[in-house]
């Protein structure tokens, strides 16, 4: 495959549209993440394991919000090769440093799905009359688990393999354009055939796209059965009047919309641009659009908290 030197600023997409939602959605993460983390700061009545996780949570927004900024990433989808690429947009780097950035923005949409039913989780375990510490810190720590386990598959089943594949003639095009750059390649089939050397069926691909449909139903199973415990505590333990129903009634509906919104910006998106070419249900300009929510799901989520949660 011949290609031309890479221009300083590449553009796949033919727009820089793409790059301007990323740049101003990853301005705006940078500041209200920063002060989500000043106000946590702020709050006397949480306690260790859920001001660390919600530390973490912020630090994590803003390193996905960092990575898109660096990839400002792209799609493109190929029925005949039976695959999809992610690929890195903007400001050129060494190729082995872009497809960093690139899995490292894949795991943070993971991440992003994880965070709100750790939250929940979280809380829940605090009303709970058998609340353990251990089980708290455990819950902690449980998106950084989610990021590496979710950045070892990608780097199994995503990056491109060291033998020869094959790439879209599209794709081909806009890197003879272009020049070299990080892409991704996400396999989108189902069945193997194996006299059919040019569409080759790769296991890793699959495992990590089941992996992370895995964490976005279980975390939307954890929220939906969180949410009404917590209901549930709190009309046992308080009554109606109470202070303390108010403020967990509020932060009940702030982490109810910390769930909605990856839901609307990062679920539904991963499943049209991701999940519907394996049923051969695709395109390119609509996968572009959706695209975009991704980048506004850690700008978003901070304002909410900061909004929603009353500080004290």
């Known amino acids: 495959m011949s290609t031309m030197t890479p221009l300083t600023y590449q553009s796949f997409n033919g727009t820089f549209f793409d790059d301007i939602n990323s740049y101003i959605s990853g301005i705006i993460s940078l500041v209200f993440n920063s002060l989500l983390i000043y106000a946590i700061s702020k709050i006397k009545t949480y306690t260790k394991s859920v001001r660390f996780s919600m530390y973490s949570m912020a630090v994590l927004r803003l390193a996905f919000s960092i990575t898109t ?8 989808y ?14 050129n780097f060494p190729t082995p440093l872009g497809n960093t950035f690139l899995s490292l923005f894949v795991a943070f949409i993971v991440m992003s799905c994880n965070g709100p039913a750790v939250q929940y989780l979280q809380v829940a375990n ?5 609340s353990h510490k251990e089980l708290s810190k455990t819950i902690s ?25 094959h790439i879209s003639s599209f794709l081909l095009e806009k890197l003879a354009e272009q020049g070299e750059t990080a892409f991704l390649i996400i396999t989108v089939q189902l069945t193997f055939d194996s006299t059919d050397e040019n569409y080759p069926f790769q ?28 209901r549930k505590q709190m009309k046992n333990r308080f009554s109606i009047s109470s202070v303390s129903t108010k403020s967990q009634e509020q932060l009940n509906m702030a982490l109810l919309l910390q769930f909605i919104l990856p839901f609307i910006t990062i679920h539904i998106p991963f499943y049209i ?13 609509l996968a572009d ?13 901070p304002i909410l908290v900061i909004v929603m949660v009353k500080v004290n």
């Open 69 to 76: 900024v660096l990839t400002c990433p792209a799609i493109i």
């Open 78 to 91: 190929s029925k005949n090769i039976k695959s999809l690429y992610i690929i890195k947009n903007g400001y």
């Open 126 to 130: 605090l009303l709970s009359k058998s």
């Open 141 to 165: 720590i449980m998106p950084i688990v989610v990021v590496v386990t979710s950045l070892i598959l990608i780097f199994f089943g995503y990056i491109p393999p060291l033998y020869e594949i």
């Open 203 to 230: 296991l890793f691909s699959q495992i990590c796209t089941l992996f992370i449909l895995i964490i976005m139903f279980i975390s939307i199973l954890i929220v939906g059965v969180c949410y009404f415990y917590i």
């Open 273 to 285: 641009i991701v999940i519907l070419p394996f049923f051969g249900i695709a395109g390119r300009i």
């Open 289 to 301: 659009r959706f695209l975009y929510l991704f980048c506004w799901c850690p700008a978003i989520n």
